[in-house]
Nanobody
Framework: QVQLVESGGGLVQAGGSLRLSCAASGSIFRFNLMGWYRQIPGKQRELVASITRGGLTNYADSVKGRFSISSKNAMSTVYLQMNSLRPEDTAVYYC?????????WGQGTQVTVSS
């Protein structure tokens, strides 16, 4: 079993930055992929960025060049650096281990970007 705890969300003005952190514990060694997803009420959860244990990254087109995912300590901590934030980035951001069907999710952290 794996536990994921997100932190770092909050309210920021458009153009600002936030860094989200995901602290992973438990059987994290089972997973070779970690990611950040976000969800707006009434919409499907969408992938924002992912990173493999080998360091390969993948980003949604809407965040390329603005967001950066990284990890340390064998993916026990995963970060999402978010720069040049836009109002449309407002969502609950979730940390995930193992991909969307893995069932390993954090509780989410709210990010609100004001215009």
């Amino acid at each position: 079993q794996v536990q994921l705890v997100e932190s770092g969300g909050g309210l920021v003005q458009a153009g600002g930055s936030l860094r989200l952190s995901c602290a992973a514990s438990g059987s994290i060694f089972r997973f070779n992929l970690m990611g950040w997803y976000r969800q707006i009420p009434g919409k499907q959860r969408e992938l924002v960025a992912s990173i493999t244990r080998g360091g390969l990254t993948n980003y949604a087109d809407s965040v390329k060049g603005r967001f950066s995912i990284s990890s340390k300590n064998a993916m026990s901590t995963v970060y999402l650096q978010m720069n040049s934030l836009r109002p449309e980035d407002t969502a609950v951001y979730y940390c995930n281990a193992g991909g969307v069907f893995s069932g390993a999710w954090g509780q989410g952290t709210q990010v609100t970007v004001s215009s």
